[in-house]
């Protein structure tokens, strides 16, 4: 994905996103199969997005503008 982040997200093979706020706080999940998602109702911060990609969980760090 873009990163910095203004609204949309580009995802790769990916089933389920998860994105947490800097302080561990769950802000937006979606489940499926996953493209592009819209993220302008986010507030501008840091997140931590974790993605479910073929059965393996990995984590990035997102700013979002």
Request: glycine letters at 4%.
């Given at each position: 994905?873009?990163?910095?982040?203004?609204?949309?997200?580009?995802?790769?093979?990916?089933?389920?996103?998860?994105?947490?706020?800097?302080?561990?706080r769950?802000?937006f999940?979606?489940?499926?199969?996953?493209?592009?998602?819209?993220?302008?109702h986010?507030?501008?911060?840091?997140?931590?997005?974790?993605?479910?990609?073929?059965n393996?969980v990995?984590?990035?760090?997102?700013?979002?503008?």
């Amino acid at each position: 994905f873009p990163n910095p982040v203004e609204s949309m997200v580009n995802f790769e093979n990916t089933q389920q996103v998860w994105i947490y706020t800097i302080d561990g706080r769950l802000a937006f999940t979606q489940k499926g199969n996953l493209e592009n998602l819209n993220l302008a109702h986010l507030e501008k911060g840091v997140y931590v997005v974790k993605m479910l990609n073929n059965n393996v969980v990995r984590s990035s760090k997102m700013q979002k503008r």
